[in-house]
């Protein structure tokens, strides 16, 4: 990794690309307008309106439907390089199965908001699915039906077609673990199921099959003409190991493979991880099924599955220290008991406005060096990074967690060589936090939920990212930043 450009250990090569972040569900509202479908985050708020926080939902949320000129010029007020959005399957394909009909304002809208990017000098980077299902498609059995694979091809192949001469990188899965594990282990997600150890595995099978589906049909028959480039956004927090012990490493090991790994290493290495295959076999047999949990992959869909990306994504935001555990209860079926290690946060660790998340910026330049040696030095996008809080413009906090960890990051790449060429904060303005709903802030930008015009207003941390953009430094302060270099 030539980084000879960087000057000073603050300063980010003149490569390196930063961004900013959103998602369909959480930002564009327009829920049933101009032919979309229902998606299960509808389904879920209407039908059970007490599963959000304060019975928030995102029927309209930042209105971005309509609003998305203004998001683009709060984009280029930034500085960024591109926009991290992605795309509401059910706006595409409100029936979502194979051979159903695409609604054309659906592409029309992303096809406004694409060349508005373009036309700004920001370059789009677009997720296929970012866990808005289509309603119809949960009802024929969601993740867990194997015929998922095929609705997902027919969906990203209508998607390479229509919008593949605008958008350049692809990601077709955002943190598959929130939408098979949150959603169908553990009730914490839409469609809120709770079969862990079952569905949960079952769910992602069938998504990482989805995934190198969709992988090959853009390299056989969009790749040469379009020239763009395919990954899947994976999450994980650091496991730090709780002591220095050789089982607490072993434990710590194991929690991120059970993370990262149950999706990294299938379209990196081909495979589940071992000590998931390992675990799970052996504790089903123990509890009498007569085969695994954990579904398998044959020889040739290994072959399939193997090198489908062309870039490692990332998105991490905190830390757990992992300790190893005793086997106890063989009978428990669940994700949590196969995998078996005791995960904690350390009380010292800076909270933020979401109980999962504390402040932990040395967390970022382990994870990516785990990536950087588990996967042989591959190219890596952080395609999420950012801290929450209760609102207001003025925070403190925020500038404070993107100083210390674009610091963490800077060192990977300068002093550890690790190959990270894009950085995302998420999120570009405040949006609906899921099960949290308005009540958790990500934004760089605030958005007033009680006006309908959803008014945005700059936060001071959008000031501080401008400035780091456009010095490609950590700054201080804005007058004077770390880089000798810069100083004007
Ligand atoms: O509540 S519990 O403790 O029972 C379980 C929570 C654990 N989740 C929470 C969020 N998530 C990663 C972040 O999720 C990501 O980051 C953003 C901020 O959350 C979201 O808005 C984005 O949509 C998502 O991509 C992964 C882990």
């Given at each position: ?6 000057t ?6 003149d ?12 930002v ?19 039908t ?34 591109y ?21 054309k ?106 995934h ?7 390299d ?51 495979n ?10 052996e ?38 220290y ?18 078996n ?18 402040v ?20 890596i ?46 999120s ?11 009540s ?49």
């Amino acid at each position: 990794l030539d980084t000879s450009n960087s000057t000073s250990k603050n300063k980010f090569p003149d490569y390196f690309k930063f961004g900013a972040a959103t998602a369909s569900y959480q930002v564009e509202g327009a829920w049933n307008e101009d032919g979309k479908g229902e998606n299960i985050w509808d389904h879920i708020t209407h039908t059970n309106p007490t599963y959000v926080e304060n019975e928030d939902n995102g029927d309209v949320a930042c209105d971005s439907y309509h609003k998305y000129k203004e998001d683009v010029a709060m984009l280029k007020d930034l500085g960024v390089d591109y926009y991290r959005f992605s795309i509401s399957w059910s706006r595409i394909l409100p029936y979502g199965v194979t051979g159903s009909p695409v609604n054309k304002l659906g592409i029309e809208y992303y096809r406004n908001l694409t060349q508005e990017l373009l036309d700004n000098g920001i370059e789009p980077m677009v997720t296929l699915f970012h866990w808005d299902t289509p309603e119809p498609l949960q009802e024929l059995g969601g993740w867990p039906n194997p015929e998922m694979e095929e609705h997902y091809a027919y969906y990203a192949r209508i998607v390479f077609e229509q919008l593949g001469d605008l958008v350049k990188i692809w990601m077709t899965f955002n943190e598959p673990k929130q939408t098979c594990l949150e959603g169908y282990g553990k009730g914490v997600k839409a469609p809120a199921f709770t079969t862990t150890g079952m569905a949960d595995y079952k769910c992602t099978h069938t998504l990482i099959k989805s995934h190198a589906k969709a992988y090959h049909i853009y390299d056989e028959e969009f790749k040469a003409k379009q020239g763009g480039r395919v990954g899947m956004v994976i999450d994980t927090v650091w496991f730090e190991p709780a002591s220095g012990s050789e089982k607490d490493a072993e434990a710590a090991e194991r929690a991120i493979q059970f993370t990262y790994g149950w999706y990294g290493n299938p379209i990196i290495l081909g495979n589940y991880p071992q000590v998931m295959i390992d675990r799970i076999d052996e504790r089903s047999k123990q509890q009498g099924f007569a085969q695994s949990r954990l579904p398998k992959f044959s020889e040739e869909e290994v072959d399939y599955i193997k090198g489908t990306y062309d870039f490692v994504a990332l998105n991490m935001y905190t830390a757990n220290y992992a300790e190893w555990k005793e086997e106890t209860d063989i009978s428990d079926v669940g994700y949590d008991s196969d995998l078996n290690v005791h995960l904690f946060m350390d009380d010292s660790w800076e909270e933020s406005a979401s109980s999962w998340l504390r402040v932990v910026p040395w967390g970022l330049r382990k994870t990516v060096n785990w990536l950087s040696k588990t996967y042989n030095n591959p190219e890596i996008f952080i395609t999420e990074n950012g801290v929450s809080d209760r609102g207001g413009i003025d925070d403190p906090q925020r500038i404070n967690f993107y100083r210390e960890y674009l610091s963490n990051l800077v060192d990977a790449i300068v002093e550890d060589g690790v190959n990270v060429t894009r950085y995302t904060a998420w999120s570009l303005m405040d949006n609906f936090e899921w099960g949290s709903g308005y009540s958790e802030k990500f934004g760089l930008y605030s958005v007033d939920f009680s006006s309908p015009e959803r008014t945005r207003t700059k936060k001071a941390s959008a000031d501080y990212y401008s400035q780091v953009i456009s010095t490609r430094c950590l700054v201080d302060s804005c007058e004077n930043n770390l880089c000798a270099d810069n100083r004007k």
